[in-house]
Structures are given as structure tokens and as C-alpha cells.
């Protein structure tokens, strides 16, 4: 039977294959021994930088021989359980979150000069979009020592995410959004129960807000690039990526690897998520290279692509952009972000805010996925990779589309006409049309 909170309470989760957090800024290794047994850590005790959780490979791959793939009702992210840092009977969100489409998307294929491309549906999850594989996870580890409050601060999917999968669970969220949040991603919020507070100021003024108040109530901190176990959450992208793609492509073996995926980037923790995916597929040998992986932003805010681009260091940016999702002023997981880029021998590209919602509609129109403009980024990405030829004709590539379009209306509304309005008789069909 799974852990109540209560049973859970003052042990820590059983992390047989975590043997420490790796320091993304100092790359000091902390071991699990110097970490409290009760309450979490966030930072590196040593200079605040971000923490990467560091599994014991041989420890995953002996795992692994036990069986990869749970068969069964086991159709979403715990499919992967030796590459989670949670326990096998943890409590968990009843919901499917993961096993998202890849679809093939033939027809913008060939409008590109593609041989492969894949779109990665993740507005399919339970709340639309990627988050919820963080949300999961994190929920899962919280609930394992016992916390019963979880906060964040979110421009609107984290914490959608968040108490869409709490709710089942009987937690309760206490969420802090921009004012300025699409009116779907806070209604989605209420719906679901959360106590939610609309700060009067951006993200980045949410967040901060959130880091206080979770120190002074003892509640458990989701916050995107902060908590170290949203990335664990967002690494499954990448292994549904290869398997999905294995399958698609007729490999003979389980995973295969796309030469490239493009990827949003606010934060930079999807990017890193996805990265580390990879990275634990590569260290256990399930797969044999890595992916170029493409980091998706707009102009207003490029924080990583510049940091990218110049010394690696991220600095703020406006933080003002269309695609609200990817709308940060210092990209809170920045520097894991970079890092992610380099060791794939990838990069980062920056669009407009008018490619942005061209591309919501292209994707829309050519693929039948409609993604909110966070996630439509990646095909205005990957135009313009192409034509700085990033991106060659017999290249296999993914785009990761992280939300869903109704999340965001008002913007998907910027990008196309108006319904003509006309007397409900056949000759006012017949005149429009000669029109
Ligand atoms: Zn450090």
C-alpha cells in the first residue's frame, strides 16, 4: 500500500539510487548524508547555486534489469521508476501525467525540407502541459516527508499543474501568480481548490515572495529552478522522446536517439530536465549519443540565449513577451540551462513575438496540435535554425510543444481572423463565399 503523509512523517524517502545533489554553479557533490532527515533542501549549502540530484548509475542499471517498463495501468512517468527519486510504493497522483503523443508531422515536414519531424504534445498531460511531470514528482517527494502545504509561484502552468494533481491527493497548494495571468490559468487554479494569491508584479516578484513565505510557514517550495526535483519531473520528456521515437522510426532497438530538439525556455528548467533525460539514458547505456538540443526563447526575453551566446553568464532580461509561459526576467534555473545547451553542442535562438504567434497558427493549421505560444515558440525556432542552417534537410527533429493553446485564447486571437457573421440562410453562405 502506498505512504500516508502521516506514516511517512520525520523519515526520509528511501533514495536508493540518489547518492547525492551536485552543485550546478560550484559542482561541489553533497552527499544524501549532509541533508537534514526531515524538511528539504533547496540550494547548495556552499554558495546557493541550483542542485542537480546525482544517481549511483550501476545501482539504476541493476534496477533496470528488474524491468524498465511497468505494463499494466503504469502508462505514465512511473513507467520510470529506477530513474526516479522516489520510492516505488510513494504516493502518488492518481492521473496520467506523461505517455503524450509524438506525433509525425508529415506535412510541415515537407513545407520545411525536413526528411523527420516529430511534434511532442505535451499539452495532453492532465492540467495541458509539461509541468505536471514536475508537479508529480515533486508532489510525490513531498508527500513522502510528510508535508501537507505545497507553494509556488508560477506565471500560471506550474500552479495549474500543481493543484490539478494535489487535488486527488488531499494536499493543499497555496499559489502566487503575476496579476497579469491568463484568466484560463487562473480559473483552472480556483477550480482545482488552490488558495491563490494574484501578486500585484511580475514572475520573478512571485517567486521571490514564495522563497519567504515558504521559510516562514514550513511549506514545501515547488518552485520551478529552485527545487531540485522539477527537473527529475521534466526528464521523462526525454525518455518518452526516444522510446516513442524507436517506435515511429521502426528502430530495433528501445530508444532512439532525434538529432535535435527544440525545447521552450523561461526558466531553463525544461531544457535542463530534458537534458538530464538524456543524460541518464547516455550513463546507462540505453542509448549512444546525445541530441543537439535547441533552446527556444522570444526578443523580450532572451536572458539564456545571450548568457548562451556570450560568457555563459545569465543576467536579467525585460521579461515581456507575448507567450506569457516563457516570460521571465532571470531564468531561475539559467545557469543549468547553458550548461544543457553546451553539453549538447546545441543552442539558442530568440524570436519575435509576431513569429511566435505565426507559428501558433502554423503548427495549428499543418499538424492539428494547438499550442499556447510558449510551446508554438519552438517552430519559429526551428524556421530560423533552418534557415541559419542549424538545422540540415536529413536531420530527425522534436519539437516539445509544453502547453496547450485554449490556456492562452487571448493570444491565439492576436494571430487569426474573425468568424464571418452572417443571416442563417443559404444565399448569405453562397454571397460570403463569392466573396
Ligand atoms: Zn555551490
Redesign the pocket.
Known amino acids: 500500500m502506498p505512504h500516508g503523509p502521516r506514516e511517512a512523517a520525520g523519515g526520509l524517502l528511501q533514495l536508493s539510487a540518489i547518492v547525492g545533489f551536485r552543485?550546478v554553479?560550484?559542482d561541489?557533490l553533497h552527499t544524501t548524508k549532509e541533508f537534514p532527515k526531515e524538511g528539504e533542501i533547496y540550494n547548495?549549502p556552499?554558495?546557493s547555486?541550483n542542485l542537480q540530484v546525482v544517481y549511483d548509475y550501476d545501482a539504476v542499471k541493476h534496477s533496470l534489469k528488474k524491468g524498465l517498463m511497468k505494463g499494466g495501468p503504469e502508462i505514465g512517468i512511473w513507467r520510470y521508476m529506477p530513474f526516479l527519486p522516489v520510492e516505488e510504493n510513494c504516493r502518488r497522483s492518481v492521473l496520467q501525467v506523461g505517455c503524450t503523443p509524438l506525433y509525425r508531422a508529415d506535412e510541415l515536414a515537407a513545407r520545411l525540407g525536413l526528411r523527420s519531424l516529430y511534434v511532442k504534445d505535451d499539452g495532453k498531460n492532465p492540467s495541458c502541459s509539461s509541468k505536471d511531470r514536475a508537479s508529480a514528482v515533486v508532489l510525490a517527494r513531498a508527500a513522502g516527508i510528510g508535508s501537507d502545504t505545497i507553494c509556488c509561484a508560477s506565471t500560471g502552468n506550474a500552479a495549474s499543474s500543481l493543484a490539478c494533481l494535489a487535488a486527488p491527493l488531499g494536499l493543499r497548494t497555496v499559489i502566487f501568480v503575476p496579476k497579469k495571468a491568463p484568466q484560463a490559468k487562473l480559473v483552472q487554479l480556483l477550480v482545482y481548490g488552490a488558495t491563490v494569491f494574484a501578486v500585484e508584479g511580475d514572475y520573478d516578484d512571485a517567486f521571490d515572495l514564495v522563497v519567504e513565505v515558504s521559510k516562514e510557514f514550513g511549506w514545501y517550495n515547488r518552485n520551478t529552478g529552485y527545487n531540485p526535483f522539477t527537473r527529475e519531473g521534466k526528464k521523462t520528456a526525454a525518455f518518452e522522446i526516444c522510446e516513442q521515437l524507436a517506435v515511429q522510426e521502426g528502430e530495433k532497438t528501445p530508444f532512439a536517439v532525434p538529432d535535435a530538439v527544440f525545447v521552450p525556455a523561461g526558466d531553463g528548467n525544461l531544457i535542463s530536465g530534458v537534458f538530464k533525460g538524456f543524460c541518464d539514458l547516455f550513463e546507462t547505456g540505453l542509448i549512444s549519443r546525445l541530441p543537439r538540443l535547441m533552446g527556444c526563447q522570444a526578443q523580450g526575453s532572451d536572458s539564456i540565449t545571450k548568457a548562451f551566446r556570450t560568457d555563459d553568464v545569465v543576467r536579467p532580461s525585460a521579461g515581456r513577451t507575448v507567450a506569457d509561459s516563457i516570460a521571465v526576467r532571470l531564468p531561475r534555473d539559467g545557469d543549468a540551462a547553458v550548461a544543457a545547451l553546451s553539453g549538447s553542442g546545441g543552442d539558442s535562438i530568440a524570436v519575435s513575438d509576431d513569429a511566435i504567434l505565426k507559428a501558433v497558427v502554423g503548427l495549428a493549421r499543418c499538424t492539428g496540435v494547438f499550442a499556447e505560444p510558449a510551446g508554438a515558440v519552438t517552430l519559429a525556432c526551428l524556421k530560423e535554425a533552418i534557415k541559419r542552417g542549424e538545422v540540415g534537410k536529413t536531420d530527425s527533429v522534436v519539437l516539445l510543444a509544453s502547453g496547450n493553446g485554449l490556456k492562452d485564447v487571448d493570444a491565439a486571437k492576436k494571430a487569426v481572423g474573425k468568424p464571418a457573421i452572417i443571416e442563417p440562410t443559404l444565399d448569405a453562405v453562397k454571397r460570403h463565399l463569392r466573396r
Open positions: 552543485c554553479r560550484c561541489t547548495c556552499s554558495c547555486g
